[in-house]
């Protein structure tokens, strides 16, 4: 394969997984707004989701539900906008348009073109909620499209790279800015934290997956255990890297690429640290720093993986 072919169609989904990131925590802060009529909390929870995202707002705007949701969802010069991370998804599938199938095409547009005729002040009149649904469901099902018409060749596996790398470095990302301000304790959670946990779960469509595992009982102990260390549960670091991992794997085999190379050497440490750590490793070495260091592993393969397979030496392709 091409490696600007590999390059488009890995940046195409980790846009659109950015994307559907976005819409669910945007969701999510919104209904907590009208849960909780504190001002003063509403901000700071806002100030915590737009440092996850890596979005600047300025403090003024903080509290003001309007105007943020215009800046994460609508904004054409915040580049991680919901509205621009769907645009970037369509153009790279437009550059690579014979790689992927028709019906893939068709629903990237056809979801681009809705947001696009869509605007803060047309969401704000009635239920911004159903606005996001339909951003998660359009990506969900261009996902499902994706799995039902796409062979299972190399550009299928960087799709696959791209969404699980993405995700793995949303998780820990916000994760880490909650664990910034509340520690990881095994007792219950108190009254005034339980709609903060609550929605850290909402963010990653975890609380009832949680419950089937632990019940209703919001313990922080248990919420970062599952979100890290749960193998079965899709939207976990360590699910999410375990399919990065395979998906690595399977090119290194279609491309008879050696397995030895410093991408697969990363994302196998990394793995093998994900099965074996618990909450107290992470707790020993600080929350927050390590999962500051593993977003920075994650960036480190993201490099690797592009001197290995996108921007190699011509030398290197050749017999």
Not at 127 to 141: A, D, E, T
Not at 161 to 190: D, F, M
Not at 195 to 208: M, S, V
């Amino acid at each position: 394969m091409l490696s600007r072919v590999a390059d488009n169609l890995y940046w195409m989904s980790r846009y659109l997984e950015r994307a559907e990131h976005t819409a669910r925590v945007v969701d999510v802060n919104l209904n907590l707004s009208l849960d909780q009529a504190n001002q003063a909390a509403n901000a700071v929870r806002w100030e915590r989701l737009t440092r996850a995202l890596h979005v600047a707002v300025s403090e003024g705007n903080l509290a003001n539900d309007y105007a943020i949701t215009q800046r994460l969802t609508f904004d054409p010069k915040n580049v991680n906008s919901v509205v621009s991370c769907i645009g970037t998804a369509r153009e790279n599938a437009r550059q690579v348009r014979e790689k992927i199938s028709s019906e893939m095409w068709l629903q990237v547009n056809t979801l681009y073109l809705d947001v696009k005729q869509t605007g803060i002040e047309r969401i704000w009149k009635d239920q911004p909620s159903l606005f996001f649904m339909s951003v998660k469901n359009g990506v969900h099902l261009f996902q499902g499209i994706t799995a039902s018409t796409m062979a299972r060749d190399e550009g299928w596996h960087f799709i696959q790279l791209g969404r699980y790398l993405e995700r793995t470095i949303s998780i820990a990302t916000l994760l880490g800015e909650y664990l910034e301000v509340y520690p990881v304790a095994r007792e219950p959670i108190s009254t005034d934290d339980y709609f903060e946990w609550l929605g850290l779960l909402k963010c990653f469509t975890a609380f009832e997956a949680y419950c089937k595992v632990y019940n209703a009982d919001l313990r922080p102990y248990r919420i970062v255990e599952f979100l890290m260390f749960n193998a079965e549960f899709p939207h976990s670091v360590r699910f999410s890297v375990e399919q990065a991992v395979l998906a690595l794997q399977d090119i290194a085999e279609s491309t008879t690429m050696s397995k030895n190379t410093r991408v697969h050497r990363l994302v196998g440490r990394l793995r093998s640290s994900l099965s074996f750590d618990t909450v107290e490793d992470m707790e020993g070495s600080g929350a927050r720093a390590y999962l500051e260091s593993l977003v920075e592993q994650c960036l480190a393969i993201h490099e690797s993986l592009y001197e290995a397979y996108i921007t190699y030496p011509i030398e290197a392709a050749l017999p």
